[in-house]
């Protein structure tokens, strides 16, 4: 059962205009989100994070909104830049009581900044 | 600084073969983790330390021997592999984490590895 979302596989957005990448998950469990950009062959780069005491965070062209309630989180990124095209994950953790909780990964989407 | 370095970047290795993956970070992060990404797939969590106890593996094959030498180091020795394990392998680092804080995961470029 996949406990992360990300239902849109691919996202293509003119630059200069917003981009949102939207991402859902189930488990209840989940308090902290991150957001993580990626290429092909490399680590993922962390971006914008958001703790489950908040409903928004903002760094930059980032921003990441979260609604609990929905189980809902978006990350907006105004505005879209050629280097922005890239696979972007968004990751959730609970946690377990332990010292260090592994994260959970959406699918990805992939965002094509059109020129 | 959040760099988190690994070795090799680059592996190829058959399946009698042993070999190790390693990972290496100096921000002082308490916690380190190894992941797993098939092609055209998220990252998948194996293990987790905790300063240098294994707290979490995800009941990963014991092909797969993971290692943590000291506070900086994480090593995972591979063993009588197959080729289905052929993925990118990603070391990620963080300071750790206690109720309520925020625990935000470095990862490194990632080793190739291609089992034949």
């Known amino acids: 059962d996949q406990q992360v979302k990300q239902n849109s596989p691919s996202l293509s957005v003119q630059e200069g205009r917003i981009s949102i990448l939207n991402c859902d998950y189930t488990n209840s469990m989940f308090d902290y989100f991150l957001w993580y950009k990626k290429y092909p062959a490399e680590g993922p780069t962390f971006l914008i994070s958001?703790?489950?005491?908040?409903d928004k965070n903002e760094d930059g062209r980032f921003t990441v909104f979260l609604n609990k309630s929905a189980k809902h989180l978006s990350l907006h990124i105004v505005p879209s830049q050629p280097g922005d095209s890239a696979v972007y994950f968004c990751?959730?953790?609970?946690?377990?009581?332990?010292?260090?909780?592994?994260?959970?990964f959406g699918k990805g989407t992939h965002l094509i900044i059109q020129p | 600084d959040t760099e988190v370095t690994q070795t090799p970047k680059h592996l190829v290795m058959g399946m009698t073969n042993k070999k190790s993956l390693k990972c290496e970070q100096h921000m002082g992060h308490r916690a380190m983790y190894w992941y797993k990404q098939k092609a055209k797939k998220p990252p998948e969590l194996m293990f987790v330390?905790?300063?240098?106890?294994?707290?979490i593996n995800e009941s990963v094959p014991s092909r797969f021997s993971p290692e943590c030498p000291n506070s900086s180091l994480l090593n995972l020795h591979l063993h009588a592999l197959q080729p289905e394990d052929s993925a990118l392998y990603l070391c990620?680092?963080?300071?750790?984490?206690?109720?309520?804080?925020?625990?935000?995961?470095?990862f490194g470029p990632g080793t190739r590895l291609t089992v034949l």
């Open positions: 330390y905790s300063y240098e106890k294994l707290s």
């Open positions: 958001i703790s489950s005491i908040k």
């Open positions: 990620a680092s963080s300071q750790g984490r206690t109720s309520g804080s925020a625990d935000t995961q470095y």
């Open positions: 990751a959730a953790s609970a946690w377990t009581g332990g010292g260090a909780d592994g994260l959970t």
